[in-house]
């Protein structure tokens, strides 16, 4: 691995810490910054303010996918939590990551926690590294309904 790859992998590193800070923090103008504006998103086991909304939701689009989280998050608290990157880097612009993952959230209706792995695709846009694609898959989730 030479130097530039290095620096590579570290900079995907803190795009995954500043993506959850970023939204734990609702700091959404930054957060959109994490992403491509042609970012796909699935969510499986999403955090849902009612039980009859869907548990899998697919957003594609920067702005939309900032529109539906800031919505869903109105009165949340939430906690993030990214572990154990397995990142390659595919090409100099290009790479795949796989993070486990856990997230506490509470909204006003619900209290959410999950536990999974998140599946991306990163590309490096004007030297800088973005989230191109987004697939969360969940080995389990817990709502406890208020």
Not at 7 to 13: M, S, V, Y
Request: aromatic share 10%; with cysteine; glycine share 8%.
């Amino acid at each position: 691995m030479n130097i530039d790859q290095h620096d590579d992998l570290e900079a995907i590193r803190q795009l995954k810490a500043r993506y959850f800070r970023l939204m734990d923090t609702r700091e959404w103008d930054r957060w959109g910054d994490c992403f491509t504006e042609d970012i796909s998103a699935v969510y499986e086991g999403a955090p849902r303010a009612n039980a009859d909304q869907p548990t899998e939701i697919a957003i594609d689009g920067r702005d939309t996918l900032l529109e539906g989280v800031r919505g869903l998050m109105v009165g949340a608290i939430s906690v993030h939590q990214g572990f154990m990157p397995e990142i390659e880097l595919t090409s100099a612009t290009t790479a795949h990551g796989i993070w486990a993952m856990f997230d506490n959230v509470i909204l006003p209706t619900c209290n959410f926690k999950g536990w999974g792995h998140y599946h991306e695709d990163y590309v490096k846009v004007d030297g800088q590294w973005k989230i191109k694609k987004i697939h969360l898959t969940r080995l389990n989730t817990q709502e406890d309904w208020l």
